[in-house]
């Protein structure tokens, strides 16, 4: 549906796009990360045709984008960032003139607006300007003008920006739905929304891919990755960590014995809870394993070998804000 190979963009000197090689295909729900000038915005308007490649190609649908553009944009449909519109039209109008462009017949077009408007909820603004409505609502325009016409591909950067908790869960709940019979590329910097509505996610840094996988994959990357996080009441801070800390296959022990007991501590950042008096009425510590290893069932043994009740033993799945924040700020180049 979408298919990528060695695009580039220079802007004078300045390469924005170094070499960008991916495909997507139908089903797919591609989370497109990166921080700011990264190049995901520059690769997005390629592909739609706004910016022309310096080298490389970039087909939708078995369209190039440089030689039969007006095919892709046929199939695609588009939520540029900000959302584009005109602030003196109100969104039936604005909805109506899209259809128009879209070649939609006329016959369809209002049960059509009024099928999309319901979607993205837009009924009560319907007749309202533009200009006169909330970030979230004009957002919501956005993209039922870019759904309006039922494309094959639907790219998005930024498509919950603005939107209230209730309206993001709408929107992903959307995205999921329509992403049985499309290819999405989906632009943006909330990893939980990545989480929620991604089946695949690429991270690029400084104009090139520096990781390709599904969400739960790039999270075996996190160091964080099946760490161990226990919680008990009644034992020494320092003896705990300590037994801890010389498990097989743990790296590190994080927490500390600041936190809220009987005798009146505060709440420290560990989140753990003791007493002033040393002994603590409840610890909580997270072992970093080594590279990742299975280091669940040497804490169980552990804390039966000591005859520590824990309250809590969790299994940590991984942080994806840890994986984007490593491979995006080391110097050296990473690649997947």
Known sequence: MIRIDGLVKRFGSFTAVDGVSFAVEAGEVLGFLGPNGAGKSTT????TGYLTPTAGTASVCGHDVTRNPLAVKERLGYLPE??????????????????????????????????????????GVMMQPIDTLSKGYKRRVGLAAAILHNPDVLIMDEPTDGLDPNQKHEVRTLITAMSRAKAIILSTHILEEVEAV??????????????????ASLRTRSRTYN?????MRNVNASEARAALSNVSG???????????????????????????SGAADAVEFTCIPRRGSSILAEVHTMLRAKGWNADEVRLEPGRLDDVFREITTTPKEVRP
Not at 82 to 105: N, Q
Not at 199 to 204: D, E, G, L, S
Not at 252 to 271: I, K, M, P
């Open 227 to 231: 760490a161990v996080t226990v919680r």
């Open 250 to 276: 743990v790296a590190e022990v994080e927490g500390a014995g600041a936190g809220v007991g009987s005798a009146g501590a505060g709440v420290g950042t560990s989140g753990a809870a003791v007493g002033t």
């Open 198 to 215: 991604c089946t695949r996610a690429i991270i690029v840094a400084r104009g090139r891919i520096v990781a390709d996988g599904t969400p």
């Open 82 to 123: 900000g959302a584009p519109a005109y602030p003196d039209m109100t969104p039936e109008g604005f909805l109506r003139f899209i259809a128009a462009v879209r070649g939609v017949p006329h016959r369809d077009r209002k049960g059509l607006i009024a099928s999309v408007a319901d979607r993205v909820r837009l009924g």
């Open 44 to 47: 997005m308007k390629m592909v």
